[in-house]
């Protein structure tokens, strides 16, 4: 990058034809995307659409946001946030995605035990007719 | 103070030069902006959540939502992104004039981006589209689809207020460009403007795909 400028207190300055260049890239990201979500990929489409916003996002980070020059103490703070975002999700989902699973194991010994309910006689229902006939 | 003479008029007291003083402003900035991604990231939890039990309903109350009218919404703010930071570039080159009219750009693609929301917004009431007990809409099917148009309010309303604050910091840092308050020198306040502008429109980068291009 020894063709890019820096102003007078030593920031670097982004090249106009970059700028213009990511702007025109997010442009066609966004009509590549929509373009996909008229496909049906089935359980893939949720995935190419996340790609491509995260190539879009990275692309908005790292040139409008200058994460690219800048210090990098600002991508690691960036990154953490991300981080802690990701086990939020990916936690949370361990427990909402599994509820009725572990329903089932915790029930499998009750369920065993409830097997002696199947020998037990069937309750005489036509003899509780009768009594409330009377 | 003796030492005022060497200092720029714009340099804190408690600040030892000109670098410390923009790199300390710059990682508060960021500080911030993380806590809006951890603000954001609790409606994107419920989100994958009422998605993951409810696909199909997701999917099908979708469709209701204007992909066109999404679609346009994205090219704006995308647009608004471009001369927020091309705004920033014209300040460190010193062209103030360019710098105005790239901020007055950025405000007016600001406000179509709300104006744009208005309609989709007034659209959905009238027809009973509206958060939680207050949906009458019949047309979805599957279970429970005022789910889908509570995250949808709760998120889009959410990242609207950040345009509105967006737009109301954007009219103050113009007001302070044509007070010349910066230069090529001093803009640490306009990279933080952009900084946070780019951060709403990367949240709507996200939105737009999980809310209108539902596959």
Same mark, same amino acid.
């Given at each position: 990058m020894s063709t890019d400028t820096h102003d007078k207190s030593g920031h670097h300055i982004t090249p106009l034809n970059i700028y213009l260049g990511i702007g025109l890239t997010l442009l066609v990201l966004t009509a590549v995307t929509i373009t996909v979500?008229?496909?049906?990929?089935?359980?893939w489409n949720v995935v190419v659409a996340l790609i491509i916003a995260s190539i879009k996002g990275s692309l908005v980070a790292l040139f409008f946001m200058h994460l690219l020059y800048d210090k990098k103490i600002y991508s690691i703070v960036f990154s953490m946030g991300l981080l802690f975002l990701s086990i939020f999700i990916a936690l949370t989902m361990f427990d909402t995605l599994r509820r009725g699973d572990i329903d089932i194991i915790k029930s499998e010994p009750i369920n065993k035990e409830a097997s002696i309910y199947e020998n037990m006689p069937v309750p005489d229902t036509t003899a509780e007719h009768n009594t409330d006939g009377h | 103070m003796d030492h005022s003479q060497n200092r720029p008029a714009y340099l804190q007291h408690h600040f030892s030069d000109v670098t410390q003083q923009a790199e300390s402003a710059k990682l508060g900035m960021w500080v911030f902006l993380l806590t809006e991604i951890l603000l954001f990231g609790g409606l994107f939890v419920a989100y994958s959540i009422f998605r993951s039990w409810n696909p199909e309903m997701f999917y099908n109350a979708h469709k209701y939502l204007d992909v066109t009218l999404g679609s346009i919404n994205t090219v704006v703010l995308i647009t608004s992104s471009v001369t927020m930071a091309l705004a920033i570039r014209s300040m460190q080159l010193g062209q103030k004039q360019k710098t105005l009219a790239l901020l007055w750009s950025t405000l007016i693609l600001a406000s179509v981006f709300l104006v744009i929301k208005y309609f989709e917004y007034s659209h959905k009431f009238h027809l009973g589209?509206?958060? *939680?007990?207050?949906y009458t809409f019949t *047309?979805?099917? *599957?279970?429970?689809?005022h789910i889908f148009f509570s995250i949808y309010f709760v998120m889009t309303g959410l990242h609207g207020i950040h345009v509105l604050v967006g737009m109301a910091v954007i009219t103050w840092m113009i007001i302070k460009t044509s007070r010349n308050k910066f230069s090529s020198e001093y803009y640490t306040p306009l990279e933080l403007t952009g900084l946070y502008w780019h951060l709403v429109d990367l949240i709507w980068i996200y939105l737009f795909p999980l809310l209108y291009l539902i596959g």
């Open positions: 979500s008229f496909v049906d990929l089935g359980g | 589209q509206l958060p *939680g007990k207050y *047309g979805v099917e *599957g279970n429970n689809p």
